[in-house]
T-cell receptor, first 115, second 116 residues
């Protein structure tokens, strides 16, 4: 069974601060996706990382996939109140493995950015 | 482009009744996945389907739960004889063919099931 440990579980910061959310696993993933979920809604895909060591930027958000494709991080620069929400990482298992196709989710990070 | 559609958005059932949750994937997507989000828990995989085929149902309870994705029409997640523990948000996701070698899943808004 693949597991993704996401940390921290809660993050409360002031507007303008930087933050990093981590997802770690002992398993190798073929890809890793980051989602943001608002209360009462479904997760919205932010980015997919596929290659070990890959870095992707989305405005003030920077996503990194570990070299061994077992871990990932999300870094937000100069956080704004509009960044408040639940952030989820999700990994897809390797081809040929029993987890191929389905996503394994981390527990989520609830981010609150205070004005 | 319409996203993944789910209905109903909210469903209330009494213990012992049946619940039917529907999911229409994004246009052009042939893969459908169902996930469950229990209160205070993360999203858990239930089942992965392609048209007329169940690919992986390893996350679905063996009893009372079934899923289908017919040639025509939406995917259906069916829960028979619901119990209070079935109360949760059920999310459907869809993805296109794996032309890129990986699997980007797009989620619907979910169905919130409440069992009284």
């Amino acid at each position: 069974t693949q597991l993704l440990e996401q940390s921290p579980q809660f993050l409360s910061i002031q507007e303008g601060e930087n933050l990093t959310v981590y997802c770690n696993s002992s398993s190798v993933f073929s890809s890793l996706q980051w989602y943001r979920q608002e209360p009462g809604e479904g997760p919205v895909l932010l980015v997919t990382v596929v290659t070990g060591g890959e870095v992707k930027k989305l405005k003030r958000l920077t996503f990194q996939f570990g070299d061994a494709r077992k871990d990932s991080s999300l870094h937000i620069t100069a956080a704004q109140p509009g960044d408040t929400g639940l952030y989820l990482c999700a990994g897809e298992g390797n081809a040929g493995g029993t987890s191929y196709g389905k996503l394994t989710f981390g527990q989520g990070t609830i981010l609150t950015v205070h004005p | 482009n319409a996203g993944v559609m789910q209905n109903p958005r909210h469903l209330v059932r009494r213990r012992g009744q049946e619940a039917r949750l529907r999911c229409s994937p994004m246009k052009g997507h042939s893969h459908v996945y169902w996930y469950r989000q229990l209160p205070e828990e993360g999203l858990k995989f239930m089942v992965y389907l392609q048209k007329e085929n169940i690919i992986d149902e390893s996350g679905m309870p063996k009893e009372r739960f079934s899923a289908e994705f017919p040639k025509e029409g939406p995917s259906i997640l069916r829960i028979q004889q619901v119990v209070r523990g079935d109360s949760a948000a059920y999310f459907c996701a869809s993805s296109p063919l794996r032309l890129l070698g990986y699997n980007e899943q797009f989620f619907g808004p979910g169905t919130r099931l409440t069992v009284l």
